[in-house]
C-alpha cells in the first residue's frame, strides 16, 4: 500500500488550484496538491490548452493530475499523457456536480453507472504506473448512498487512494458534510481514505483525521483565505503550538508573489482578471475590505493593481470577528476555458 505524502491534501479545485496557487500554498505547508480537474477528451486529442493546464508538472510526486471523463480509451490516454508529462499521480474526478459535466456522463454521474465507472478505473490503471486515485462523493442522492460500494470496486480496479467528499451530488455544496459515511468508507477499505468537507480550521483537520479513521483530510474552500491551514494543522499533529494567521504585511506578499507567478505563467491580461479573487479571499477578515475588494475590480492595470494590494496590507489590520472562510460554493469544477466535454 502505498504511503500518503500528507495528511492535509488540498482539495481539487476547478479556476483555482493552477501552478500560481498550488507554489503558494506549497510556500504555506500544503504538501500533496493536485491540478484543477482537466478534461481527458480534449487531453486525449493532445488540446493545446488543455496541455496548458499540466504545465508546468511542478511538485513531483507531490502534485496528482485529476482528469473527468467518461470514456475509458480517452481516459487511458489522457492518463498516458499526464504521465508523459511528468505526472506520477493520476486521479479521476467521480464527484463533480456541474451539469455540463454529468451530462456528458463524467463526474458524479459515474456514481450511477458503475459498469462504465468500473471500465474506466481499469483501463486508467493499465496506463498508470503510478498512484492512481480517485476522488467521489457519499453517492448521487440521499437515496442512493453508495460510496461504500464505488469505494470497493475503486479497490478492486487497483486504485491506491479514494478521497470521499461527505455529500452527495444532490446537496450540492449545501448541508454538512457527513463524515459518518466517510468514517465507514475508512474502516472498510484496505487503502488510504481522504475525507473531506467543511473544514474550518487547522483543529477541525487534525480533529476529523483522529476522529474518522481517514488516512487522511482534504482541504478545501477554507485554505483559499487561510492558506497558512496547511502549516497549522501539521504543527498541531505534532504536537506543537499552531502559529495562526501571519501579520497582514506577510499575507500581501505572499499574495503578490502568486499575482508575480501567475503574470509570468499566463501574462498580464490574464493575471489581472484572475488575481481579483484571490485578492478577495485574502483580505476577508480585515477592515475595509469590502471597500478594498469594490476598488480592484475597476482596476484594468497589473501594475496599479498590485500597488493597491500592497497598499491595502501594509496598512490593513484585522477585524475582531472571526473570519468564515467558506466561499465560494457556486460556479465551482467547471472552467469554460476546457471548452465542452465530449
Ligand atoms: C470553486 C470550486 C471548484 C472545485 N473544483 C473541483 C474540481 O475540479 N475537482 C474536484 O474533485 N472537486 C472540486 N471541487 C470540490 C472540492 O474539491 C471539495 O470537494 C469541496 O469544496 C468540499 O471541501 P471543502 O468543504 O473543504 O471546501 C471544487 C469546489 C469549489 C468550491
Known amino acids: 500500500m502505498p504511503g500518503l505524502l500528507s495528511a492535509f491534501p488540498m ?3 476547478a479556476g483555482v488550484t493552477d501552478a500560481p496557487f498550488r507554489w503558494r500554498l506549497r510556500r504555506n505547508g500544503c504538501r500533496l496538491l493536485f491540478t484543477e480537474m482537466v478534461s481527458a477528451a480534449a487531453l486525449a486529442r493532445g488540446n493545446r490548452r488543455t496541455l496548458e493546464y499540466l504545465q508546468p508538472p511542478d511538485l513531483g510526486p507531490d502534485l496528482g493530475v485529476q482528469l473527468f471523463g467518461a470514456e475509458p480509451e480517452e481516459l487511458a490516454l489522457a492518463a498516458h499523457a499526464a504521465q508523459g508529462a511528468g505526472f506520477a499521480h493520476v486521479d479521476l474526478n467521480m464527484g463533480c456536480p456541474v451539469r455540463k459535466v454529468v451530462r456528458s456522463g463524467a463526474g458524479a454521474a459515474l456514481l450511477l ?7 474506466c478505473l481499469r ?3 493499465r496506463e498508470v504506473s503510478g498512484l492512481l486515485s480517485v476522488k467521489i462523493r457519499t453517492g448521487w442522492d440521499a437515496g442512493s448512498v453508495n460510496a461504500l460500494e ?13 478521497a470521499v467528499h461527505g455529500r452527495t451530488r444532490a446537496q450540492g455544496y449545501g448541508g454538512r ?4 459515511v466517510i468514517g465507514e468508507l475508512a474502516a472498510a477499505l484496505p487503502v488510504p481514505v481522504l475525507g473531506n468537507g467543511d473544514i474550518a480550521s487547522a483543529d477541525d483537520a487534525v480533529q476529523r483525521l483522529r476522529g474518522s479513521g481517514v488516512a487522511g483530510v482534504m482541504i478545501g474552500r477554507v485554505a483559499l483565505s487561510c492558506p497558512w491551514i496547511f502549516r497549522d494543522a501539521e504543527r498541531l499533529l505534532r504536537g506543537e503550538t499552531p502559529r495562526g494567521a501571519p501579520g497582514p504585511m506577510e499575507i500581501g506578499d505572499d499574495l503578490l508573489r502568486q499575482i508575480d507567478d501567475l503574470e509570468s505563467v499566463k501574462g498580464a491580461k490574464v493575471a489581472l482578471l484572475e488575481s481579483r479573487k484571490f485578492v478577495a479571499w485574502a483580505s476577508r477578515g480585515f477592515s475595509g475590505a469590502t471597500e478594498f475588494r469594490r476598488r480592484v475590480q475597476e482596476i484594468r492595470n497589473l501594475s496599479q493593481f498590485r500597488r493597491d494590494v500592497e497598499g491595502f496590507f501594509s496598512e490593513a489590520y484585522p477585524r475582531e470577528v472571526a473570519v468564515e472562510a467558506r466561499e465560494p460554493t457556486k460556479g465551482g469544477e467547471w472552467d469554460e476555458r476546457q471548452g465542452e466535454p465530449a
Open 113 to 119: 453507472d458503475l459498469g462504465r465507472a468500473e471500465r
Open 123 to 125: 483501463a486508467m490503471r
Open 177 to 180: 458534510a457527513d463524515w459518518d
Open 150 to 162: 464505488v469505494g470497493r470496486l475503486a479497490v478492486d480496479c487497483g486504485v491506491d487512494i479514494v
Open 11 to 13: 482539495a481539487p479545485m
